[in-house]
């Protein structure tokens, strides 16, 4: 059973960074990918960052230069770097799993390819 516990969010001021982390459990890290996702208050569930088994990244473009998807194997832990963070970053964060396949293209960042969520670590930027 994989399991995703999210940390590292908070109250931030625009331009300012956060370091998120996601602690990852009975994943097999040989295959799939696992990714970033955020959704704001009415509206969709966005994929940000994915991270194939091969260290393959994807990124959306809204976010390309200023997040940084890594994984630490050893520590068991997922990371999203965010830097010169915007009012609209403002979102509930979220780190999935796909145990299974690495997409690429369009469904790299498409919510429906994860299986597993974790709860999610909430990030506000004021202006």
């Known amino acids: 059973q994989v399991q995703l516990v999210e940390s590292g969010g908070g109250s931030v001021q625009a331009g300012e960074s956060l370091r998120l982390s996601c602690a990852v459990s009975?994943?097999?890290?040989?295959?799939?990918?696992l990714g970033w996702f955020r959704q704001a208050p009415g509206q969709e569930r966005e994929g940000v960052a994915r991270m194939c088994s091969d260290g393959d990244t994807k990124y959306a473009d809204s976010v390309k230069g200023r997040f940084t998807i890594s994984r630490d194997n050893a520590k068991a832990t997922l990371y999203l770097q965010i830097n010169s963070l915007k009012p609209e970053d403002t979102a509930m964060y979220y780190c999935a799993a796909n145990d299974y396949k690495c997409y690429s293209a369009s469904w790299a960042l498409s919510s429906v390819v994860y299986g597993y969520w974790g709860q999610g670590t909430q990030v506000t930027v004021s202006s």
């Open positions: 009975g994943y097999t890290y040989t295959r799939g990918s």
